[in-house]
């Protein structure tokens, strides 16, 4: 062909499917790193301790639910300050991750109206910011421990992965929860009392002793349950999880990852007509 | 493969138009819902009652066009007619119902001036965001960093929150984000009423300074006099079908007739 350029968009061609999703996203992971940037810098911009509350948050929490419950739980709990904030930890990344998921694609969406661009950046960077808030929420964390007097165990290293498997079940379940909420718009409002009710579902205030044995099963489907076992046993235990317990924890975090990202790429045509 | 053009250019030496943006036969159905559901009960209620009425409106209907490089093609008709679903198609945002679209170069969608802006952040980061957002790279975007600032007129304010900007600075620091970089195609979606009078002739003159470096232009106005002026073609849209396309003057002068 002498003069005639290649086309660089040819709809009849263009397929957006689970796969061409993830080159797209591959193509603006500098936006990716721009929202992080963006969401991190912005939340604490006009307060005066800036940064520093993504770790007084938690520790504020902890306190106050040290406080209150440290009397109910005492006998059954040593370092009770410590199992508290490592469960708290697991599970305002969770919270915040796939709130913030919905809130992105719906703040998205004025945007995906008028210019392209791939849907699934917002929910990926919700989830990126939650987890920088995780890594530097360890410090209160280390700094309550060293307070307490609790042993630093060997076993901590394993702590990457843990994080490795939250992340991708807390980015699946983010995708999944945000698609369905642009298409139902009661779905965020019903979500906040759903997570609510999971959280007390979710042996993070009171100690696991407390289940009586009649309901642990109930609690094993619970993928929380697996989540926040992968950081307390190498924090609280000092061991690294069995097979039997990593493999629950790793099939519902690659199986959530995968149904999240295919729920959310088979409908990805339609956000800018909905959103 | 060669095609028909391709033999009549080696034949007759005479440089052939290049095609930028070809529509063919495209179709844009909205679905509209005759009535808001919003929760799963009404929704599972309905489906079950087969109640679920879906409004289909056609915003184009069949359209085909062809704008060629180096054209400044200019887009008018009422509102609602589907001139900015036509945009939404071209730059990837919607995918045609039915027809093909098919693109020859980079496109930059130009964001209605500002959108995607943080007030919070300052005029530099909010550089950097748009770029992004836009589909730039860190190195694409800090290689025209120092342009973009002069052409907005804002270095003294550049490191300020943007939510201290007036509504021209804010407009000014937008139109020089997304045109910073010459895209292959530019498309301009009703921008050309924003600023005061200085800076429309200073976004003017870099709409000169694309066309005649090669760029192809696709805009959409309510503005007919300006678009006289600039634009080499206009096609006049009704309802989804192109009514007329042709010299400015004469698409113009039929667009005010049908109106009257």
Known sequence: ?275 | MLTVSDVIEEKSGLPVSQPMIQLENVSVDYRLPSERIGTFKEYAIRKLQRKIRINKFSALKGVNLQINKGEVFGLIGNNGAGKSTMLKVISKVLKPTAGRVVIYGKIAPLLELGAGFHPELSGRENVFLNGALLGYSRSEMEAVFDDIVEFSELRQFIDSPVRAYSSGMFARLGFAVATAHMPEILILDEILSVGDESFQRKCNLRMKEFQQSGATVLMVSHALDSLEGMCNRVAWIDHGIIQRTGKPQEVIEAYRGGNL
């Open chain 1, 1 to 275: 062909m002498a003069t005639h350029l290649k086309p660089v968009y040819d709809s009849a061609s263009y397929r957006l499917s689970a796969v061409s999703e993830l080159k797209e996203l591959g193509r603006y992971r500098y936006l990716l790193g721009q929202l992080i940037r963006r969401d991190i810098l912005t939340r604490y911009k006009r307060s005066v301790l800036g940064v520093a509350w993504t770790m007084l948050n938690p520790l504020g929490t902890m306190l106050i639910l040290t406080f209150v419950f440290s009397n109910f739980f005492k006998s059954n709990v040593l370092h009770y300050p410590v199992y508290i904030l490592s469960g708290l930890l697991v599970w305002n990344f969770f919270a915040q991750g796939t709130n913030a998921s919905i809130s992105g694609l719906v703040w998205g969406g004025s945007l995906l109206k008028r210019i392209y661009i791939p849907s699934s950046v917002f929910g990926v960077s919700a989830i990126g910011t939650a987890l920088v808030n995780l890594v530097l929420s360890l410090i209160p964390l280390v700094i309550v421990m060293l307070v307490d007097g609790a042993p630093f165990y060997l076993s901590m290293l394993f702590l990457p992965i843990s994080i490795l498997l939250l992340t991708a079940f807390t980015l699946g379940f983010g995708l999944f929860i945000s698609s369905l909420a642009v298409f139902f718009p009661d779905v965020a409002e019903m979500y906040q009392v759903l997570l609510t009710a999971w959280m007390y579902l979710t042996p993070i205030i009171y100690p696991e002793s407390l289940i009586s044995a009649k309901w642990m099963p109930v609690y094993k489907i619970n993928p929380m349950y697996w989540m926040v076992k992968m950081f307390r046993l190498p924090i609280f235990e000092g061991r690294i999880p069995s097979w039997q317990e990593f493999l629950p924890a790793s099939a519902w975090a690659a199986g959530m990852l995968v149904v999240g990202w295919l729920y959310f790429t088979s409908r990805t045509e339609e956000y800018a007509y909905r959103v």
